[in-house]
């Protein structure tokens, strides 16, 4: 049975990979990006900021009326805004919060009365080892990615009696534009994953594909690492 399937920062990159995971199982995916594209294949696509509180909510009760009731929802736009924390300016804090934690958590009270009222369905969002590891220069996104374990817990005790699931799944280091641009530091941080290599969004949308299964009924409030050992014993 076809799933009304929400998934923000769908544009590229991992998001992308998700949206055309879940396409090609045969569901109605909705795609959320700032830009508004998305991969062929989705129901429909919207031009949305995440941290924008009201548009989130617009946008998503829109889109239950046009597909139904939200069966999955992935929370994975994000954005980097590195530095050291001694010259981090406030701009820089609070953009990577505002769109990686509060995108989030708009994402999820938006789906979730749908959710409820179903008596089902996943709320996934894309976390990341970086927290776990502690990288230099990444404290405003290392902060946004932990609060999302904390949110995922506290939102699946609260909807989990209703058949709702709410998990995190943590990419280490991936291939995408973001990972692309770093060079030589990439390099080294390649030479810390156990596997040999980085991973691919695929493998990601994967990982999100499993938690939003009948297979992974019984799983709610946990992180899953998708990084080739990088992060042994999250």
């Known amino acids: 049975m076809s799933r009304h399937v929400i998934i923000t920062g769908a544009s590229r990159g991992i998001g992308a990979a998700v949206a055309q995971h879940f396409i090609e199982l045969g569901d109605s995916v909705v795609a959320f990006s700032r830009s508004g594209d998305a991969p062929e294949g989705c129901v429909a696509t919207y031009a949305v900021d995440v ?4 548009a989130v909510t617009d946008t998503t009760k829109n ?12 929370a994975n736009a994000g954005v980097t805004r590195d530095g050291l924390a001694l010259r981090m300016g406030d701009e820089q804090w609070r953009e990577v919060l505002a769109t990686n934690l509060d995108g989030a958590f708009y994402t999820a009270r938006a789906v ?28 405003n996104y290392a902060a946004a990615k932990a609060g999302l374990v904390g949110l995922a817990r506290s939102l699946a005790k609260e909807v989990a009696s209703r058949g709702v699931t709410v998990n995190v799944v943590a990419p ?34 994967d990982a999100v594909g499993f938690l939003a299964s009948n297979h992974a009924r019984y799983i709610t409030g ?7 050992g990088l992060a042994m014993g999250l």
């Open 112 to 139: 979730l009365a749908s959710m409820v009222r179903a008596r089902g369905g996943s709320i996934i969002f894309m976390g990341s080892v970086s927290p776990f590891l502690g990288v230099p220069g990444q404290a």
């Open 63 to 74: 889109a239950i009326e046009r597909f139904g009731p939200v069966g999955v929802a992935v």
């Open 222 to 228: 946990t992180v899953l690492a998708v990084d080739g």
């Open 172 to 205: 280490g280091f991936i291939d995408t534009d973001m990972t692309q641009a770093l060079g030589e530091s990439g390099e080294q941080m390649t030479s810390l994953i156990p596997m040999g290599r980085v991973g691919t969004p695929t493998e990601i949308a």
């Open 51 to 54: 941290s924008d509180s009201a």
